[in-house]
C-alpha cells in the first residue's frame, strides 16, 4: 500500500511527538523546578534589604531551620547595659533535674468534636493570643504591640487564657531551676506553639534535656532561628530623625566591663593590646563603678570602643556592638567572624579583631587613625544613610513572635533543640 502524502507528514508527525515527550517529562518534574522569592528579601515592609538588614529572612521560611548574654537585666532601663549590672542569676547553677515527663506533644490533625470546637473557637478571636509565661527575669514589660507595627496581637500574662493563647512565649533562663513548678501542666493543644526565648550564649545558660523536644519555635539572636531577634539592628532614616553630629572626643580606646575570667579571649586579647595603647577602663572588674548616665557619656567620648563579647558563638553580637554605634564610637569587634558582623552593620562601621595578626598591628592601626581624622571619620559613612536601633528586650521578642504565628499556621516543632543551640 503506497500514500503519496506520507512523506510531507513525516516533519508533523515527527514535530507532534517530540512536543508530547516534552510535555511529559516537564509534568514529571516541573514539581522540582524552584522560582525565585524575591518577597524574602523585603523583610517588614522595607523597599530594599541589604545584608545587614535582612535579619528576618528566616520568619518567612514555610518550614523549620536545620535545627530548628548576657541579658538585660534593668527592665525599666531596657537600654542599660549589661556589664553595667551584674545579674546573679547568671552565675547560679541550674541543679538536675531527675524526673520530669514533658506535656504530651498533640498532632497537628484535629479528629475529636472538642478538638474541632476548641480549633474553631481559636479562629473566631478577633486578636492572636501570645501568652507570656513567665516575663524574663521578672521584669514585666508593656502588653502592647503597636510601637512595632505589629496589630491584632494580645499579648497577656493571664495563665486562665491557655486554652485559647495561640502561643505560649517561656524565657529559658526562667525554667532552669524549678522545672515542675514553671511549665503548665495541661498538654499542649493542637492549634498552639510553644516558644523557646532565649538571649544567653550556649556558655550563658543550660540545655534541659527533659524539654529538648517540647518546643515548635524558637526565638533568639541567632538568624537562623525561626523568629530571630537581634540585639540590635539597622533602619534607614527618615525625615523626622537628626543629622548625625560627632561626639567631642579626648580619649582614643575605651572598655567598659564586669564579668572578669582570666580565661575568656576578650581577656586575653586585651592584655596583649594594652602592652601597645592606652585604653581607659571603667566597670566593676576595674573597681570603678559606673551608672547608666556615665555609661553613655564615657563611650560618646572615646574614639574607640571594646566591643568584646564574653563568649564566642554563632549571632552572638550583643549590645556592646550596636550601642557605641549609636553613641558615635568606633566598635572594635571581638566575638564571631566578620561575615556574621557584616549581616548586621556595614562592613565599613567597625574592625574586627582578626582584621589584624597581632594586638600589636591593631594598635599601631590605630594610632595611626587617632592621626588620620580623615579615614577615621570613614566610619561613620552609614550615619548618613541609617541609624541604630536597641531591641526592646522581651516586648519585642513577644511581639515577633505574634507577627510570626499570624503568618505561619502550618504545624511545626523542633525535633533537637539541644544539638542545634548547644550542640
Not at 479562629?123 to 509565661?133: K, N, Y
Not at 523626622?240 to 564579668?259: G, R, T
Not at 576578650?266 to 573597681?287: D, M, P, W
Request: charged letters at 20%; a neutral charge; hydrophobic letters at 35%.
Amino acid at each position: 500500500m503506497s500514500c503519496a502524502a506520507c512523506p510531507s507528514l513525516r516533519p508533523f508527525v515527527f514535530s507532534s511527538v517530540a512536543v508530547l515527550c516534552f510535555i511529559g517529562i516537564f509534568l514529571m518534574y516541573r514539581s522540582d523546578i524552584q522560582y525565585g522569592n524575591f518577597g524574602i528579601y523585603i523583610g517588614q515592609g522595607n523597599p530594599f534589604c541589604p545584608a545587614f538588614l535582612c535579619a528576618e529572612e528566616a520568619q518567612t521560611k514555610d518550614t523549620h531551620p536545620t535545627n530548628s548574654t548576657e541579658l538585660h537585666n534593668n527592665q525599666s532601663n531596657p537600654t542599660n547595659s549589661t556589664e553595667l549590672h551584674n545579674n546573679q542569676s547568671n552565675q547560679e547553677d541550674p541543679g538536675t533535674i531527675t524526673s520530669l515527663t514533658p506535656p504530651t506533644i498533640q498532632s497537628s490533625t484535629i479528629t475529636s468534636p472538642t478538638q474541632k470546637i476548641q480549633a474553631a473557637a481559636v479562629d473566631a478571636e478577633p486578636d492572636t493570643i501570645v501568652l507570656i509565661w513567665m516575663y524574663p527575669f521578672g521584669f514585666a514589660f508593656p502588653l502592647s504591640c503597636t510601637v512595632f507595627n505589629i496589630s491584632r496581637c494580645q499579648l497577656t500574662d493571664d495563665k486562665t487564657l491557655y486554652n485559647k493563647a495561640h502561643g505560649v512565649l517561656f524565657h529559658h533562663r526562667d525554667i532552669n531551676r524549678q522545672l515542675v513548678a514553671n511549665i503548665p501542666k495541661m498538654p499542649r493543644l493542637p492549634f498552639q506553639k510553644w516558644v523557646w526565648f532565649n538571649m544567653e550564649s550556649p556558655a550563658n545558660s543550660h540545655p534541659i534535656s527533659e524539654l529538648n523536644q517540647a518546643y515548635n519555635l524558637t526565638c533568639n539572636y541567632r538568624l537562623d532561628s525561626d523568629i530571630p531577634v537581634p540585639y540590635g539592628y539597622m533602619e534607614p532614616l527618615t525625615s523626622e530623625d537628626e543629622s548625625f553630629k560627632l561626639p567631642a572626643k579626648d580619649k582614643l580606646v575605651c572598655w567598659i566591663v564586669s564579668n572578669w575570667n582570666a580565661r575568656f579571649r576578650r581577656v586575653e586579647f586585651y592584655n596583649e593590646l594594652k602592652k601597645h595603647v592606652e585604653i581607659h577602663t571603667y566597670g566593676s572588674a576595674f573597681g570603678k563603678q559606673v551608672n547608666n548616665e556615665d555609661y553613655s557619656k564615657i563611650i560618646s567620648t572615646c574614639k574607640f570602643y571594646l566591643s568584646f563579647e564574653n563568649s564566642i558563638y554563632t549571632d552572638y553580637i550583643t549590645e556592646k556592638l550596636f550601642r557605641p554605634m549609636r553613641l558615635g564610637t568606633v566598635p572594635i569587634a571581638l566575638g564571631p567572624s566578620r561575615q556574621m558582623y557584616e549581616e548586621h552593620v556595614p562592613r565599613d562601621s567597625f574592625i574586627h579583631f582578626q582584621d589584624f595578626s597581632t594586638a600589636k598591628e591593631l594598635a599601631e592601626r590605630l594610632l595611626y587613625l587617632d592621626q588620620k581624622n580623615t579615614e577615621y571619620m570613614r566610619f561613620f559613612n552609614w550615619t548618613s544613610k541609617f541609624k541604630v536601633k536597641d531591641s526592646d528586650f522581651g516586648r519585642e521578642h513577644a511581639c515577633q513572635t505574634c507577627k510570626y504565628l499570624q503568618n505561619h499556621k502550618e504545624y511545626q516543632a523542633v525535633k533537637d533543640l539541644n544539638s542545634w543551640f548547644w550542640g
